[in-house]
Nanobody, 124 residues
């Protein structure tokens, strides 16, 4: 299984970006998907997750109301729509897939496959 994240970039505070994560393989629809981020000098943190069916979503308190996670199983892709971006959202964003915990989890240990990351920089 390979994950390819894209869509990062430089944006001003208050702006928006949409991240995408394309997952190879025929069993994408069976995976829960998560987004995590890591800022320089900080530990990786949970951002959002979505269950295998898309019926359940989870968000970190810091992004709730601003970010939306969704998936298109026909395109093997999970998205993270990020609105009202703040400088503190600056980080490398990683997508991850779990076939262990299909309902979705905030805990990185439950994810089996990881993408390479995409840089998001929010200027003030």
């Amino acid at each position: 299984v390979q994950l390819q994240a894209s869509g990062g970039g430089l944006v001003q505070a208050g702006g928006s970006l949409r991240l995408s994560c394309l997952v190879s393989g025929r069993t994408f629809s069976s995976y829960a998907m998560g987004w995590f981020r890591q800022a320089p000098g900080k530990e990786r943190e949970f951002v959002a997750a979505i269950s295998w069916s898309g019926g359940s979503t989870y968000y970190a308190d810091s992004v709730k109301g601003r970010f939306t996670v969704s998936r298109d199983n026909a395109k093997n892709t999970v998205y993270l729509q990020m609105n009202s971006l703040k400088p503190e959202d600056t980080a490398v964003y990683y997508c991850a897939a779990s076939d262990t915990y299909r309902s979705g989890s905030q805990n990185a240990m439950w994810y089996d496959y990881w993408g390479q990351g995409t840089q998001v920089t929010v200027s003030s």
